[in-house]
C-alpha cells in the first residue's frame, strides 16, 4: 500500500471513530420516553404520603419490572418505574387524598444506560427523567435523582423495592407515609 492511500485509510478510520463516540454520546445525553401508556398497561404498586407537605406519591412498574419482582429476580434490562407527585388535601383524621397531579418522574433500566456517569455517582443501568403531567420533559438533568438513589444502592437504587415486591407477590397495592424523612418530600 502507497503513503497516499494509507493516509487516506488512516483518515478514514479517525473520522469514523470520531462519528460513533460522538453518536453514543448523543445517544447517552438523549432523554427517555415518556411512557404514554402507564396508567392503562402498568401496576400501581405503591402509595406513599408525605404527612408534613401534604405530598402523595403513586408509584407505577411496568409488567417486565411486576413479573421479575412476582418470582423474587433482579428487575431486569426494560424494567420501567413511574412515579406521580400529587398536592393533597387532609381530612380530619390527617388522611390525604390526592388532589392535584404535579410531576411525573421516571426511572428505566437498559444495558448500555448510565455509563456516561463516573463510578460513585451512577446508578448501575437506571436513567432518570422528570415529566410534566402532560409528558413533556421538565429535565434530564439526572445528577440529584442519581446521588440521592445512590443511598439505596443496596437495593438496586430503588427505594420502593420492597414494595414492590411485595406488591407483585401479594396483589395488594402498598401504602405508607414515607420512610425517607422531609427531606425527599418537598
Ligand atoms: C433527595 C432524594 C431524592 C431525589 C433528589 C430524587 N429522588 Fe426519586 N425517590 C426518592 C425517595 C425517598 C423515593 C421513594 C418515595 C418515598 O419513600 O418517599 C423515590 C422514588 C422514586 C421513584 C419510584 C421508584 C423508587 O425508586 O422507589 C422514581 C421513578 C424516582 N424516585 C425518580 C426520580 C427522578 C427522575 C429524580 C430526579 C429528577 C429523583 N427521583 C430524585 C428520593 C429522591
Redesign the pocket.
Known sequence: MNCQKWSFRMALLLFSVAISLGLSRLVASESLEFPSNYEQDFVHYAS?T?PNSRIV?Q?YANPIAMNAARENNPLPNGSV???ETHSAVADANGRLTPSHLNNV???EKQSGFGQEHSENLRNGNWK???FSPTGNLV?NR?S??L???TRVSDRD?????PDLVTAAQTNQLQSRP???GL???N
Open positions: 406513599v408525605c406519591r408509584m418505574i413511574v412515579m418522574f421516571i426511572r432518570y427523567a422528570w429535565s439526572e440529584s435523582c446521588s440521592c438513589h437504587y430503588v427505594f420502593t423495592l414515607t420512610k425517607f427531606s425527599v418530600c
